[in-house]
């Protein structure tokens, strides 16, 4: 079966970075766009960041544009997601997402797959 395995996620103070990774397998990885949500305590789970399945094009959510970024490596069936300059307002449950729809419209459109989330916590 399909499962998206989030890791990377931790402790950080504010200014700081952390990298999230996630895995994906059970799935042809180069077919799908991949993305990253997140989900702040009492919120609504939010987009971040979306990748397209050739890489070659992101998009970001106006919180996070210039201090994230996501990529991918196919032969490695990972999508990353760089997160530098981060913020207590980041602090939050990151969730991978796996999609064939257009990444562009990620943020909007059912999701096909999704991880279980990795907790990043910023403290000021």
């Known amino acids: 079966q399909v499962q998206l395995v989030e890791s990377g996620g931790g402790l950080a103070q504010a200014g700081g970075s952390l990298r999230l990774s996630c895995l994906a397998s059970g799935l042809t990885f180069n077919w799908y766009n991949m993305g990253w949500f997140r989900q702040a305590p009492g919120k609504e789970r939010a987009f971040v960041a979306a990748i397209t399945w050739t890489g070659l094009n992101t998009y970001y959510a106006d919180s996070v544009k210039g201090r994230f970024t996501i990529s991918r490596d196919n032969a490695k069936n990972t999508v990353y997601l760089q997160m530098n300059s981060l913020k207590p307002e980041d602090t939050a449950v990151y969730f991978c997402?796996?999609?064939?729809?257009?990444?562009?419209?990620?943020?909007?459109?059912?999701?096909?797959?999704w991880g279980q989330g990795t907790q990043v916590t910023v403290s000021s």
């Open positions: 997402a796996a999609d064939t729809t257009s990444a562009q419209r990620m943020a909007v459109t059912p999701i096909d797959y």
